[in-house]
């Protein structure tokens, strides 16, 4: 009998479960934010729409720190954890579900925003939710950036549009800081 040894490159990164890489609230920012590399979320997802992933409902990525990514299809809440493990470098695994994301948003005390600042180009990046309702029963999560979402949506897959996509401004539930700078 011969048996045959594989070995498989594994990351150093947490699981959802385990605490993540928060950035401790300051005088100047009293509330907790994420180490989020603004330029690798960036690059990740050019390496995403460069590859031509597209969307589909309950697609996760088997490696999330890949890139290129692994995955010829993502859904919405796939791809944020995915791009938040990529910019993190790691050090921050959101669970899955957009559902899920929200609740922890929430509970790792991340500062509440709203909708119409995610306009703004001043810096921070923020995490949006549509909550699962009779009208949509499955919800959606997308990231802003200084006016623009970078995202996976229906019929497209990852990408960026302007934040005043009129099914993101009508429905959007919550909305976080998820990163300050950088």
């Not at 890139?67 to 938040?84: H, N, T």
């Not at 559902?99 to 509440?112: E, I, M, S, T, Y």
């Not at 549509?130 to 200084?146: E, K, T």
């Amino acid at each position: 009998m011969t048996i045959t040894h594989t070995t498989t490159h594994v990351h150093p990164v947490l699981s959802a479960s385990e605490p993540p890489a928060l950035v401790p609230p300051t005088q100047s920012y009293p509330w907790h934010s994420l180490p989020l590399d603004s330029t690798r979320l960036r690059r990740y997802l050019a390496s995403c729409v460069a590859h031509g992933v597209d969307y589909e409902l309950g697609a996760k990525a088997d490696d999330l720190l890949a890139v290129p990514p692994d995955y010829g299809a993502i859904d919405c809440s796939g791809w944020v954890r995915a791009a938040v493990a990529v910019a993190t470098e790691g050090r921050t695994i959101l669970p899955d579900g957009s559902v899920n994301q929200n609740d922890w948003c929430a509970a790792h005390g991340l500062k509440r925003s709203s909708y119409a600042v995610c306009r703004l180009a001043d810096g921070l990046t923020r995490i949006g939710f549509v909550r699962p309702s009779s009208q949509h029963p499955v919800g959606h999560v997308y990231l802003c950036r200084n006016g623009r979402t970078l995202e996976s949506w229906g019929g497209h897959g990852p990408g960026s549009r302007p934040v005043g996509v009129h099914v993101l401004s009508a429905e959007t539930t919550d909305v976080y800081v998820l990163a300050v700078g950088a």
